[in-house]
């Protein structure tokens, strides 16, 4: 980035945009979606979840989660089972194969973090993340309260 007379949110923005493209490129050659790696994790953390909590968790809608699920299932990463305890439902699990994808995904997210900050201090590092998970804290305040906020209007 020559140009230093960004602002302080244009330059996080361009980073934001910056580190998507290079994120695409790298599951790209894994052949993996860019939606996909959070779906991976959450069921490597916790495999046999059903789609409405893994939307939830990922905060996305039902009708994205079933698209996703379709497609990695299509692709053998995961499958359904039916729910031993309700019979109506069905439970989401890593296949051998997601398994495999989702350490390939893990591999991405060190080499992406590597190349984001291969030139930082410790200290630089440690600042950072402070700063990041400030502005993330912020962030998900004010999701908190508009969600309140539209619960209270329904």
């Known amino acids: 980035m020559s140009n ?3 602002s302080l949110y244009q330059s996080f923005k361009l980073v934001l945009r ?11 050659h894994i052949d993996i979606y860019p939606g996909q790696p959070p ?5 490597d953390k916790q495999d046999g979840l059903s789609q409405k909590e893994l939307a939830d968790m990922m905060r996305i809608k039902p009708a994205t989660m079933t698209m996703m699920v379709k497609r990695m299932e299509s692709s053998g990463l995961i ?8 019979q109506r439902k069905y439970k989401v699990y890593l296949t051998d194969k997601g398994k ?3 350490l390939q995904v893990n591999e991405v997210n060190k080499k992406i973090e590597n190349e984001c900050f291969y030139n930082f201090s ?22 908190d309260q508009e ?8």
């Open 4 to 6: 230093s007379n960004y």
């Open 18 to 28: 910056t580190h998507y493209y290079r994120t695409h490129m790298l599951l790209d």
């Open 39 to 43: 779906l991976l994790m959450a069921l």
């Open 79 to 86: 499958e359904r089972k039916v729910d031993e305890e309700d």
């Open 100 to 102: 495999d994808k989702f």
């Open 122 to 143: 410790e200290e630089e590092k440690i600042i950072m993340r402070r700063l990041m998970i400030q502005m993330y804290e912020n962030l998900e305040s004010l999701i």
């Open 147 to 154: 969600c309140e906020r539209m619960e209270k209007h329904d």
